[in-house]
């Protein structure tokens, strides 16, 4: 019998609290993280990988991994079958039948496995049951994974509609972990460090609940996120910010403003794309952060929030010295808007490019100290 009740629990944890607590967990029971669609739930095993100082390839990339500390594994549970993840060949010997492994599960290596399985509550009943011996007993068949390996899954949650749904005594042997949303904070920190473009980036500080989750409650007139009752393919999520939203902002020098807005209604969803397009026409009330460096004292400070916005994140990115920091800060000491110049202080020292110049600059911590009410 399939599961589909709400869970009673309302504790989400961070994608930074998952990717160090899978690979400890792991070896001892296996994690499924739920969350609702977008918020990066299968980028986990790039992310471990990554901390555990190895490199990240696709499924389908080649070329010298023998340094890894692990085989890392990547299934993707709905469009799995019984044979994709071993077969019985008949042994004419002995006149019986062999169980031979998935190449998938790299048993020819020695080295440990890091197994995701994506998707895992969409897959097959049948192919529930095959995984069940991977996830309780570490056993890809009849073969054992090597010593310290680990599985984990991930899926959506039942409440998000999507065709989500446990064997009930399997989700007794499981960790059951409900993953939460980035805040629009916690998500700028993360696209600055990955090269989201800075308009994304300046729409989504300036909208923060379009990153709000439909758990939260209250968000029924909230046109931008994901719900279960609507009828929308196209929505604001972390994923199709940093995949459409990005791209159609990457381009839009190259195709018209009527392509630009089309391509952000097809990711994002219309009402995030009429508001992030609009961002496109302030461009040029934009002061360049090298003007700003100049003569922070004397540049003209933009009326309209969204310009300033930009110009914040304009200079998050273009600041590489400590001067040109200092110089910066004598212009941000001039605007008015406190969530302006607080967005550009959390970025400032959350992101690990720009936080060893802020740790060490004498007007950052002059500015901190004044504004310390802010900032708590």
Known sequence: MAVNSVLSFDTPVSINDLR???PLYGPHITMVVKSEPGVGKSTLLKMIAEDNGDKWRSPRDTGDFSDDKYDYIYVDCPVKDAPDTGM?????????????????????????????????????KMMQKIFTRLMQERMAGDEPLPNGSY???????ETDGVGDGMLAHAGNRVMIVRMKKPSAAEWNVWA?????????????????????????????????????????????????????????????QKVSQAMTTAALAGSIGQSAAESMAAFISLEKEIITTSAVIADPE??????????????????????????????????????????????????LCQTKRTMRLAKNNTEVAAWAKKNLDFLI
């Open 20 to 22: 160090t607590a899978i």
């Open 151 to 157: 599985v984990f899954c991930t899926s959506n949650n």
């Open 192 to 252: 600055g460090e990955n090269g989201i473009h800075r308009l994304v980036r300046s729409w989504v500080a300036m909208n923060p609940r379009c990153l709000a989750s439909y758990l939260d409650g209250g968000q029924e007139d909230n046109p931008y996120i994901f719900k279960p009752t609507g009828t929308l393919l196209s929505f604001v999520s972390p994923r199709s910010l940093a995949q459409g939203a990005h791209t159609a902002m990457a381009y839009k």
């Open 88 to 124: 019985h060949v008949p042994v004419h010997a002995t006149k019986t039948l062999e169980y031979y492994v998935s190449s998938l599960f790299k048993l020819g290596s020695k080295k440990p496995k890091a197994i995701m399985l994506d998707e895992f509550m969409k897959a097959p």
């Open 298 to 347: 004397g540049v003209t400070m933009p009326e309209k929030p969204a310009a300033l916005f930009m110009m914040m994140f304009n200079a998050l990115d273009d600041i590489q010295v400590q001067d040109d920091l200092s110089q910066f800060m004598k212009f941000i000491n001039r605007v008015a808007s406190t969530e302006c110049k607080t967005v550009f202080f959390t970025m």
